[in-house]
């Protein structure tokens, strides 16, 4: 919302411009960007007055000692008349370039990297920023906490909606997408791991270090950039229609969660194969996993072309259900990404149905019967219905309203429309927003242009209303509590976890 103001307040200066002389000449004199890129639940997340289009992010990381040294290149257009401009960013920053001249810079409140450039830089003009830095990234704290996980073999950089902060600088919103080329150099022996292809095999540098690197060819939230780095074991395949898969398995997993996570992972190839089918093609240039060392990560993330995972998903056996949770992200989320936080529903609710999907094609639970299931056994205090999934706040953000009530939306519109309308739905929604971002409005919208039914009493009830919804007797089907789906177990398992409870 905050964006269109943005946006809104750049027309009107284009509009002066282009109109009356002297009031606009005015206006339109260089301006610091924002500290934040107007998100309603983050105000700081991300800056504005620029637009990344790539990172060039260039590493040495050693696992010892947790050091991190680096230099990240940004390309960047601006998108008003800058003099002053803000990155998001933690560690220590001993230079800054800006168009190639230093550039001076300070620091100010936890996240916030503020600088200015020897020129300004008029908008619509390109923007070089060379960053140099360095530091120990499990040291800093910002936003209460620190994001970069260290683990006993390495580290995972993997995080939402924190996670950037600690290992690059950037403009750290899911509104502003690039490519990235990430290239880290470890010790030797050691796997540096991150989103996309390799556009060339780990190449040894001197003293005892090994460089891999890493290409994102298409556009990419920052926090779904990742690094992940220690001792893995690495299995690669070709899919069918001929794009990479790599995953990692930590050396560090027991062999029997290693076997479990093995048979999960390995699948995933299938599995995407099947939700392409569903949602559309396959998004992206490369698929696979990672599954991080016990004790280390305790949730998994959708990272652009290849998520991480907990080893706990596959603490019990097999878990084929977070696979095509984080996969089913590819499209809702990675591809297709929220405009603002508030709407994080289209990213998890849009998940969880996949598993619903999942469960229906492989004979362990309609999506009905997960359903009715759901909506007889939440107690009416619950927060999945004393949060609106629309605008779950800072504090429900992975809460049960954006996951399962989500996923209970997207089912009450699949009754209401019909299947052959809502698959088509899905299908024009991936394709309509493609490598962009979108609002629930967006949604809803498109969702009562292809069924062609009014849909506002559904979506008021299931999105925007703090209460439990009623079904009407159409959509009604039992009073009595029951059985559990086979999925449910496994089901309910994955977003425990996911929800970090
Ligand atoms: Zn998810």
Do not use: C
Not at 183 to 207: F, K, M
Not at 211 to 233: C, E, H, I, M, N
Not at 387 to 400: H, I, M, R, Y
Not at 466 to 482: E, F, G, I
């Amino acid at each position: 919302m905050r964006r269109l103001l943005v946006a809104t307040l750049a027309t009107a200066l284009t509009l002066a411009g282009t109109g009356a002389a002297a009031q606009a000449h005015r206006q339109a004199a260089p301006a610091p960007g924002a500290p934040g890129i107007g998100d309603s639940y983050y105000p700081d997340y991300g800056n504005s007055g620029y637009d990344v289009s790539h990172y060039d992010i260039r590493l040495r990381y050693t696992p010892s000692t947790d050091k991190l040294t680096g230099t990240t290149t940004i390309l960047a257009t601006a998108t008003t008349d800058l003099s002053r401009l803000n990155l998001d960013f933690v560690l220590d920053v001993s230079s800054i370039q800006v168009n190639n001249r230093p550039a001076t810079f300070a620091r100010e409140g936890d996240h916030e990297l503020v600088v200015t450039p020897a020129r300004t830089v008029a908008k619509g003009g390109a923007l070089t920023i060379v960053v140099q830095y360095s530091g120990v990234p499990s040291s800093k704290v910002a936003a209460g906490y620190t994001a970069w996980i260290r683990t006993p073999d390495g580290a995972a950089a993997v995080g939402e909606p924190e996670i950037a902060w600690w290992w690059y600088p950037s403009n750290d919103h899911p509104s502003d997408k690039a490519t990235f080329d990430v290239s880290v150099s470890v010790p030797d022996g050691v796997e540096a791991i991150s989103n996309g292809v390799q556009p060339r095999p780990p190449v040894r540098e001197t003293l005892g270090y090994t460089r891999w690197s890493w290409r994102s060819l298409k556009p990419q939230a920052t926090y779904l950039t990742f690094l992940t780095v220690g001792q893995y074991d690495i299995t690669t395949d070709t899919t069918a229609d001929g794009s990479t898969v790599y995953n990692a398995y930590s050396q560090l997993l027991p062999q029997d969660f290693r076997d479990a996570a093995q048979a999960s992972v390995e699948r995933t190839a299938e599995i995407t194969d099947w939700e392409s089918t569903v949602f559309g093609p396959f998004p992206f240039e490369a698929r696979g996993g990672v599954v991080t060392p016990p004790g280390t990560l305790g949730f998994a993330l959708e990272n652009q072309t290849r998520p991480n995972y907990s080893s706990g998903f596959f603490r019990r056996g097999s878990n084929p259900y977070v696979i095509a949770h984080e996969n089913a992200h590819q499209w809702f989320g990675d591809s297709v990404s929220v405009e603002s936080w508030q709407n994080i529903w289209l990213n998890e609710g849009f998940a969880s149905y996949a598993e619903w999907l999942w469960s229906e094609k492989n004979d362990e639970g309609t999506a009905q019967e997960i359903f009715d299931y759901l909506y007889a056994t939440y107690p009416d205090d619950a927060a999945v219905w004393t949060t609106a999934p629309a605008d779950p706040g800072v504090a429900e953000l992975f809460g049960d309203a954006v996951y399962d009530r989500g996923a209970m939306t997207l089912h009450q519109l699949r009754l209401a429309v019909g299947d052959d309308a809502f698959f088509a739905i899905i299908r024009t929604w991936v394709a309509q927003h493609r490598y962009g971002n979108a609002t629930t409005a967006q949604f809803t919208a498109l969702a009562e242009q292809i069924s062609g039914k009014d849909l506002d009493a559904l979506f008021q009830a299931w999105l925007y209303t703090p209460s439990k919804p009623v079904l009407t007797s159409s959509l009604a089907r039992t009073l009595n509590v029951p059985a559990a789906p086979k999925s449910l177990a496994k089901i309910s398992e994955t977003h425990e976890l996911l929800n970090g409870r």
